[in-house]
């Protein structure tokens, strides 16, 4: 039972079995009860028959008319099937029976009131079971009123045959019915799980290395997933690579600390001083290593709020560049939050505020909004702006738009490479101040 196809099968064989099977048994139920109260019907019919055709004389006596004149011809013929007598309340020799009743005994007949109708199964003689109808009736003639009880007898086995070629009928078309619902509803399944065997084969293929994300068409309920998996699959590698810059950068950096120690063997005297600068510049070099390549590495990153750490990064900012009176307007929901580490978020907002207040020349407006999943974050400012043809460059290490400003060159790398390693977007335009405009969009999942 560990597998989904299974269990839907076997459900849904469970779901058909107990359907057809009250199916199955409201429809003999009806069956049965209808062809009955037929039976019934037609029974009462030949009961009035009989009655129409009886006569009683003056001096109350019965005269029914002969075999060959009975209305109901089943009746004139012996062991028919069909049976006929009358009699009266306490008689027990009957007053007539019909031809028919000739080889076989007259049941016991139950008393009757007029108009009194009754219907009991009764078994004869002769061991099989029969339908017993008794009517009460009466006559009124000059010398008074005299009352008799019809009763018609009918052999109950055609009725239990057709009944058992009913039910065969519908046991035969039902398992018939299932067995196509069942291969129709096995085919159904194959083909609803098909797409989740298709994203089992795909990550088979990623596992080898051959490709790198989901790349098939699948319905939305499982495009949700494969979505959520390239973008895990894409922080991984962005993770890994983070890791493997980090690295790079570390061991590129470390060189000069270690070739400084190194040709400090030749003056003894400055060796303890040298040993002390370079080694506090190398633990400086490899916290900051560490800190950068650990972005986004915790699989369960904390929920930080923006507008709190904005106003630390303004706060800082505005004691440097004291001296420009740049006015800031900051319209961040106090209630929004991002999940990521609050040291990429200082990162983030340190960079592109540094840039504004370092642009502009008197306003800066910083805005947030939520859009279902989608946090969406903006810088703006009132400085000269970004030509369309450097925004790209300047997202590039050492891509600089004005090489006369301080700068190296690496704060916009910075803030894009952080971005993508949390699956962002980063989009530079113009503001309506006059600026630069720099949004941030984030996935809040």
């Known amino acids: 039972m560990n597998s989904l196809y299974l269990r839907l099968n076997l459900a849904a064989i469970l779901v058909v079995c107990v359907f057809l099977a009250t199916t199955a048994a409201v429809l003999d139920n009806a069956y049965s009860e209808s062809t009955q109260r037929a039976l019934q019907e037609r029974m009462m019919g030949l009961i009035y028959q009989l009655l129409t055709a009886a006569k009683v004389d003056d001096q109350g006596r019965l005269l029914m008319p002969l075999p060959t004149d009975l209305p109901v011809p089943q009746l004139a013929l012996p062991n028919s099937g069909w049976y006929s007598f009358v009699s009266r309340n306490g008689e027990a020799k009957p007053l007539w029976h019909s031809p028919s009743l000739l080889n076989l005994p007259a049941p016991k007949a139950f008393p009757l009131q007029v108009g009194q109708t009754r219907w009991q199964a009764v078994q004869l003689a002769d061991g099989k079971t029969y339908y017993l109808l008794g009517f009460g009736f009466q006559r009124t003639v000059k010398s008074g009123v005299f009352p008799f009880n019809f009763y018609l007898l009918t052999e109950l086995a055609p009725l239990h045959r057709a009944i058992l070629a009913f039910r065969q009928r519908l046991w035969g078309g039902l398992a018939a019915a299932a067995i196509l619902l069942f291969a129709v509803q096995i085919g159904l399944l194959h083909w609803g799980l098909r797409p989740l065997r298709q994203v089992g084969l795909e990550l088979s293929v990623i596992e080898t290395g051959a490709v790198s994300q989901i790349t098939g068409h699948y319905p ?16 991984e590698r962005a993770r890994q690579a983070r890791y493997r810059n980090a690295l790079a950068d570390l061991a590129h950096s470390l060189k000069t600390p270690l070739a400084v120690l190194l040709s400090a063997t ?30 986004c590495a915790s699989d369960t990153l904390p929920r930080v709020a923006i507008a709190q750490t904005a106003d630390r990064v303004v706060s800082s900012l505005s004691k440097v560049y004291q001296w420009k ?11 929004l939050h991002v999940r990521c580490d609050e040291a990429d978020l200082i990162e983030l907002l340190g960079n592109l505020l540094d840039n504004a207040y370092k642009w502009g020349r008197g306003h800066i407006r910083i805005q947030s909004q939520k859009q279902g999943p989608k946090i969406i974050l903006s810088i703006q400012d009132d400085g000269p702006g970004i030509p369309p043809e450097q925004r790209a460059y300047i997202l590039l290490r050492g891509g600089r738009a004005d090489e006369s400003m301080p700068g190296h060159g690496i704060g916009l790398s910075i803030v894009a490479e952080i971005v993508d390693a949390y699956q962002g977007r980063l989009s530079i335009g113009s503001s309506d101040l006059g600026g630069a405009e720099v949004v941030l969009e984030f996935w809040n999942h």
């Open 325 to 335: 009176n740049i006015a800031i307007h900051q319209a961040i929901d106090p209630n």
């Open 266 to 295: 030749d003056c003894l005297a400055e060796l303890p001083q040298t040993v002390q600068e370079q080694g506090t510049r190398m633990l400086g070099i490899v916290e900051r290593q560490l800190q950068r390549a650990g972005a």
């Open 220 to 235: 939305h309920e499982i495009k949700n997933v494969t979505s959520h998996i390239n973008r895990l699959l894409t922080q």
